[in-house]
Every structure is written in structure tokens, then in C-alpha cells.
Nanobody, 114 residues
């Protein structure tokens, strides 16, 4: 059974940076589109960034060049580098693997506050 485990969330001041990591087990990320999504109690889960198995990347409109998704198919991991964080980026961030199956991690909290 596949599993995703996120890490790297925390509290950061506006303008700061965080790097989220997602470790996959039980399947090979090489064959999957890997993505990051976020959710708050007030909004539905939204796409932050996706790195497809074919090598393309897509970002939510709100990212505006601040975040970078990367993947390491040897280590079976995916990362999200987040710079210039804003209070509106506060959310639970989830890792997702989409392919022959759909996997979700349990999420990591990111809080941007002074």
C-alpha cells in the first residue's frame, strides 16, 4: 500500500521561506504526477503545484513565481520550496501522487504570521 509523508511545515514570518518535503513509499514516484495542494477551514483544497511524470510543472495562479516544485525519483521524494511567504499562504499543505492510484499524505501545517 502506498504512503506519502510530508514534513517541513511550521511557523514563519511574512517574507520568509520554507521547504516542504514529501517522502513516498510503496510505489515509485517515477510513474506518477506529484503535487502539492493546500486547504484551510474556509476554502476547498486547491492546487499549489504539480510536477507531472512527463516533466512539466504547473502552479496555482496565486503562486506568482514564489514557489518551486521539484522531484527526485531516485529518492522517491517531492519538494516544495516556498519563498516570500504571505499570511494568505497559511494552510495545511498536502502531498499528492496521481497515477494508477491516487495517494494523499496527512498534511503539514504552514503558518505565516508576524
Amino acid at each position: 500500500q502506498g504512503q506519502l509523508v510530508e514534513s517541513g511545515g511550521g511557523l514563519v514570518q511574512p517574507g520568509g521561506s520554507l521547504r516542504l518535503s514529501c517522502a513516498a513509499s510503496g510505489f515509485r514516484t517515477y510513474y506518477y504526477d506529484m503535487g502539492w495542494y493546500r486547504q484551510t477551514p474556509e476554502m476547498q483544497r486547491e492546487m499549489v503545484a504539480v510536477a507531472t511524470s512527463g516533466g512539466t510543472t504547473n502552479y496555482g495562479d496565486f503562486v506568482e513565481g514564489r514557489f518551486t516544485i521539484s522531484r527526485d525519483n531516485v529518492e522517491n521524494k517531492v519538494y516544495l520550496q516556498m519563498n516570500d511567504l504571505k499570511p494568505d499562504d497559511t494552510a495545511v499543505y498536502f502531498c499528492n501522487a496521481w497515477g494508477s492510484r491516487n495517494y494523499w499524505g496527512q498534511g503539514t501545517q504552514v503558518t505565516v504570521s508576524a
